[in-house]
């Protein structure tokens, strides 16, 4: 009091209370305002949120919710059977437990795991991050890493799941082939689908990471016998460990096949085949340096009645217990140096080879049709030729058969009579008279695949003067269709390839007096209890308008390559050929740079054959004395003779 006394201020007792209350009160009010826009704008974000992740984004975030704790497994298909004709098998399947690896699912542990891995399995960690790097695996399948573990480590990877993250250890069903590699190439193996593959068979239910057929009948009918794929739906904890199981849609087998193969002459053709090659390489090249190399070889036997293939062999060969539960990369880099001559492949239908004077009978046969010799017309072998422009080029035969005929000139593999008819052949075509010879070729079904249930079959080449501008558009100066271009041809040199299936086909169509019938290794399909479900017909490819007597002629001809003076004698002595007459044919083909390739092709019995047979072993020598004792031993099995101890070479072509 003393102190407003002094300043003599007059104030009310009620008059500074009065205005505080009102500034207050506007201030609160001001603020609870504010507080309350913020709180209304913070709901409306929740609430529009909340919405978005509930109505929007629901049905999004509850899949990767049961995705946590939910696991989609696929159950593999146990694949079809593979039989012989006799319906022995030649491939089964078997359960095994299996270590794999599902790359989503490893997270950042990736190193640590596979290092783990690579300690317990006695991998190397580059070889398990090369299956994982290399496997198409969108979709979360798992990648196989070792199959047929030991039932230890199997156990150990369950019991420390948590250590190995993406890690699964299961039972899963695989090839076994109890013969190795007994019609490997018939057969094929099995890989990892590639993205090419997957695109054109996506709508087929097939996907990323699926195990599928890459050659052989394996991926002809890769539909057929893969079967259908299984799931099952489980619940794991957040160790990955189980919990239950939620749904399951069991796996469904493929179906078996019955093959034409018959498995006791196909395991005598490979042996017979292998025992050729090494019999090869121990002959002196008289042409060079050393001994023939033989680099591989291949035969085949057909019934040239139906097109059934009774069995194939390419040598060398591979063992297909090596593709079960992935090849491993040092063997894969191993099947395919060129040092170990590439046994992945079939010789059998890739190999595009000269075919030499197995071709002769196309030459035959095409000049008697065209009226222009007939089998008795007579030739004369100085062992040179020298018509028209070959007097500065000539041409030698492989010996001096002086007076011969056109079935002589067969028997003996007479080059002369052969150049005679070539050069015959090439005045014609300059008259624009008949057929020339390349077309004659083309119309026994040479020069393009025979359409055999294989992959990879290769066209072979029948050159023309128009395939020959085409190829050498960029040089003009050997544009030019020259003589010695058909008269190579007649004796199945130069520019000309065939495969030893195409020769095979040949010599079957002329064994049918020119029907041709597509060969196949394929007789059956079957269900689980034996069935026939799917079954392959005889089918007809072409027929040729040939004069039977001209068929009956070279057939004859042919006959007597394997007695008297025929190129294939010293081989069939001792074999009974009057009681069982083959036709057959020697040969012998020269590609620039490389040995001679050795040939024989033929049927048997020559009067109603049941079986042809062609050989062909490359850069191995003769025909007569490296091909001739393969398809010696053939015939003597496809007959049930018994073996003779020692086949004798035959000198000659």
Known sequence: MRFVTRTRLKIRPDETTSRRSDTTDENLQRRV???????LVAFV??????????IVSGNEYQKRAEGNRIREISVDAPRGRILDRNGRVLVKNRETLTISVVPAEVGEEKSIVIARLSRLLGIGQKEILYKIEKSQDPNRRAVLIKSDVDEEIFAYVHEHQREFPGVDAAARPVREYPRRDLAAHVIGYLGEINPET??????????????IGLSGVESTYDEDLRGKVG????????????KREISRVEARAGL????TIDQDIQTLIESALESGVKASRTRQNPEGPGKYQATGASAVVMDPKTGEIVAMASYPTFDLNDFTGGIDEKTWKALNDPKNMYPLNNRAIMSELPPGSVFKVVTAISAMDQKMFQIRSPFNCVNVFTKGPFKEYPKYC???HNHVDLFSGIVQSCDIVFYEIGYAFYERQLQAQGKPLWECARDFHLGRRTGVDLTSEMNGRIPSPEWKKEFNKNNKGDQVWYPGDTVNMAIGQGDILTTPLQIAYLYAGIANGGKFIRPHVVKSFEDEDGKVVKKTGIETVAEMSLDPQIVADVTQALTGVVRGKGTAAATFEGFPIDLIPVAGKTGTSEIAGKQPTAWFA????????????TVAIEQGGHGGESAAPVARRILERLFNLPAQGEIRSSPGD
């Open 198 to 211: 997957l695109k054109e068979k996506n709508k087929k239910g097939y996907r990323a990471g699926d195990e």
């Open 398 to 400: 492989w010996s001096t």
């Open 231 to 242: 799931k099952y739906r489980i619940e794991v904890d957040a160790g990955g460990n189980f």
């Open 602 to 613: 033929g049927f048997a019995p020559a009067g109603d054959p049941k079986y042809v047979v």
């Open 256 to 259: 078996n096949m019955r093959t």
């Open 45 to 54: 974000i929740l609430f529009t949120r909340l919405w978005f992740m509930q």
């Open 33 to 39: 305002a504010i507080l309350g826009l913020v709180m």
